[in-house]
């Protein structure tokens, strides 16, 4: 029964963690950040590169994120 109950709590916290940090925190951040960048008056070319590769980086980390939780989950659940 607790092996059931971690597998599914671990499967959820994959889902929630890797839509927070892939969309929130590295999606919207990075385009924040570009849009800051934009507006300070001496336009500093790293932090608006450093927003795009936050987005590109985005959804494959997020992915990852997901997909090891959802394996430790798997495998929680494998045994019962």
Request: glycine share 14%.
């Amino acid at each position: 029964m607790f092996k059931i109950i971690l597998g599914i709590l671990s499967m959820i916290i994959g889902i929630g963690l890797g839509i927070y940090v892939g969309f929130f925190k590295l999606f919207i951040g990075g385009s924040i950040q570009i849009i800051e960048a934009i507006k300070i008056s001496p336009i500093c070319s790293l932090d608006i590169a450093w927003g795009i590769g936050k987005i590109f980086c985005a959804s494959f980390i997020g992915f990852m994120i997901f997909t090891m939780f959802t394996l430790i989950g798997a495998l929680f659940l494998k045994d019962v």
